[in-house]
């Protein structure tokens, strides 16, 4: 059984599901490990424009899989101490790997997000749940920190600090409508119509420009880690000047409305 499932759904989509439903798609290493894979052999896929991820059966992901952990790779002769620090690097690599693909990622949120569940979906660049999905950074309630898998600094970032704080250390959950209010998620929606509704915004971003796209996803995450507006916005010009200097987009754009008809751009 392969615990991660790799589609195409429609033309230049990408759907990669977690395939683990009777675990709930916990976070073990024989997931983890074909997963940070998958991510990497999709943004090498230039065919694949959006990327879709979601989670087999009732839950996205229910974080770390406390009773089957699974083997981790490359472990030989080494300490409990280096395990661990080789055990939370792999995982931290899934969540950069997902941050630096090519591609948007859409997170459809198909059911619970608990602990690195959550960090899951804080990693992907849009998010749209389903009205039974819910959110919860579980760390606190096992008497450990709520803060795993860069959640400390993703989630305050996605919600503002004060909820953030309220959030991890309650502990509680978080249903589809309040990630709604406060922005954890676009939006929710009902779960037959959670994969539709990622398809239909995924064609639509992917009906622009590449270039255009991957660019905007580039400044948008630099935009959280910039030390200042300067900064930033010296990037975000440079960014502009590429697309515009070395493609004939703006001028396919400015004709399509002159003709009422969508642009087609060739990059």
Same mark, same amino acid.
């Given at each position: 059984m392969s615990f991660v499932l790799i589609d195409k759904p429609r033309p230049h989509i990408t759907l990669i599901t977690l395939n683990r439903p009777e675990r709930m798609n916990a976070m073990a290493f024989d997931v983890m490990v074909p997963f940070k894979e998958a991510l990497e052999k999709v943004s090498a896929d230039n065919g694949t424009r959006?990327?879709?991820?979601?989670?087999?059966?009732? !839950?996205f992901c229910s974080g770390a899989d406390?009773? #089957?952990?699974?083997?981790?790779?490359?472990?030989?002769?080494?300490?409990?101490s280096a395990i661990a620090l080789r055990s939370m690097e792999l995982l931290d690599d899934v969540i950069r790997a997902m941050r630096r693909m090519h591609q948007p990622v859409i997170g459809a949120v198909n059911g619970p997000a608990i602990g690195g569940g959550l960090c899951l979906a804080l990693a992907t660049d849009i998010r749209i749940a389903a009205e039974g999905a819910y959110f919860r950074a579980a760390g606190?309630?096992? !008497?450990?920190?709520?803060?795993?898998?860069?959640? #400390?600094?993703?989630l305050p970032r996605a919600i503002g600090s004060s909820r953030a704080f309220e959030i991890m250390l309650s502990g509680r959950d978080v249903d589809a409508a309040e990630a709604e209010r406060i922005g954890l998620v676009s939006r929710a929606v009902p779960g037959d119509k959670l994969l539709d509704e990622c398809y239909e915004l995924a064609e639509r971003i992917a009906a622009f420009s590449r270039p255009g796209v991957e660019l905007t996803k580039r400044m948008l995450w630099s935009s959280l880690d910039a030390a200042s507006l300067t900064s930033h916005m010296d990037h975000e010009g440079l960014a502009q000047l590429f697309v515009r200097l070395t493609t004939?987009?703006?001028e396919e754009a400015i004709q399509a409305r002159k003709e009422n008809r969508p642009p087609e751009f060739k990059d």
């Open positions: 959006v990327v879709v991820v979601t989670g087999a059966g009732r !839950g406390l009773e #089957s952990p699974g083997r981790i790779p490359g472990i030989e002769g080494l300490t409990v606190i309630n096992n !008497g450990l920190t709520a803060s795993e898998l860069g959640l #400390s600094y993703l004939r987009n703006f």
